[in-house]
């Protein structure tokens, strides 16, 4: 599936490739709408219809990932409403034992996430994951998410990798079309993002049942 000796650096993604996603997906869908239905005293079936129906607007953009915009749209404290559940963070399967493995190979590793800074602060506290790369970086920092070109051109400026070289994992179909638009060589999808949900496919994308798969081979 991956041939070691062509690549140089490994982009990763962090919410569905490095952490499980059921963490997010418990968040927004579940514990927000009973926090915001409570606070404003709705019911719970309108509240997750209300809800996802203003997430949808921006989903793909930065403001859906941000969550200022989202505090002041909802009234919520919502950094403060994530640290209030973050036991529930946790790495998916195998996900620190492939950090191991490409630190062994001498690889370059960056994290390339859509999270908000304050996101990626939790998460880092919660699971210190930042030693086995050579950089955390978060699409705010460049004023675009990964679903836009922007994003690549100005992350490119700021790490000078080989596009041909780079290895891409990711769990979002529409960030690896940004990223394959872009140029990336090597492009990865994740089939079960959320332990919680099944697998999905990513067609024409491959995708990893287990980082097991692209463990051990040269």
Same mark, same amino acid.
């Given at each position: 599936?991956?041939?070691?000796?062509?690549?140089?650096?490994?982009?990763?993604?962090?919410?569905?490739?490095?952490?499980?996603?059921?963490?997010?997906?418990?968040?927004?869908?579940?514990?927000?709408?009973?926090?915001? @239905?409570?606070?404003?005293? #709705? +019911? &719970?079936?309108?509240?997750?219809?209300?809800?996802?129906?203003? *997430? $949808?607007?921006?989903?793909?953009?930065?403001?859906?990932?941000?969550?200022?915009?989202?505090?002041?749209?909802?009234?919520?404290?919502?950094?403060?409403?994530?640290?209030?559940?973050?036991?529930?963070?946790?790495?998916?399967?195998?996900?620190?034992?492939?950090?191991?493995?490409?630190?062994?190979?001498?690889?370059?590793?960056?994290?390339?996430?859509? @999270?908000?800074?304050?996101? #990626? +602060? &939790?998460?880092?506290?919660?699971?210190?994951?930042?030693?086995? *790369? $050579?950089?955390?970086?978060?699409?705010?920092?460049?004023?675009?998410?990964?679903?836009?070109?922007?994003?690549?051109?100005?992350?490119?400026?700021?790490?000078?990798?080989?596009?041909?070289?780079?290895?891409?994992?990711?769990?979002?179909?529409?960030?690896?079309?940004?990223?394959?638009?872009?140029?990336?060589?090597?492009?990865?999808?994740?089939?079960?993002?959320?332990?919680?949900?099944?697998?999905?496919?990513?067609?024409?994308?491959?995708?990893?049942?287990? *980082?097991?798969?692209?463990?051990?081979?040269?």
């Amino acid at each position: 599936m991956i041939q070691w000796n062509n690549v140089e650096t490994v982009l990763l993604d962090m919410d569905g490739t490095l952490l499980d996603l059921h963490f997010d997906n418990y968040f927004w869908l579940t514990y927000i709408p009973q926090v915001f @239905a409570e606070k404003n005293q #709705l +019911e &719970i079936e309108y509240t997750q219809q209300y809800l996802g129906e203003k *997430f $949808d607007k921006k989903r793909g953009s930065l403001d859906w990932y941000c969550l200022d915009y989202w505090s002041e749209q909802l009234d919520l404290p919502i950094a403060q409403l994530k640290r209030d559940i973050q036991h529930k963070i946790s790495f998916r399967p195998l996900a620190l034992e492939f950090l191991e493995y490409l630190k062994k190979l001498n690889k370059q590793v960056f994290l390339a996430t859509n @999270a908000h800074p304050t996101t #990626l +602060e &939790i998460k880092v506290l919660n699971t210190q994951f930042h030693h086995h *790369f $050579d950089g955390l970086y978060t699409s705010h920092e460049f004023g675009a998410p990964k679903e836009q070109q922007k994003f690549w051109q100005k992350f490119q400026d700021k790490i000078g990798f080989n596009k041909t070289n780079t290895l891409f994992i990711d769990d979002s179909i529409s960030v690896l079309n940004s990223a394959k638009q872009f140029g990336i060589g090597h492009l990865l999808g994740i089939a079960k993002p959320d332990s919680q949900k099944p697998s999905q496919t990513m067609l024409p994308f491959d995708v990893l049942d287990s *980082f097991s798969q692209i463990m051990g081979e040269t």
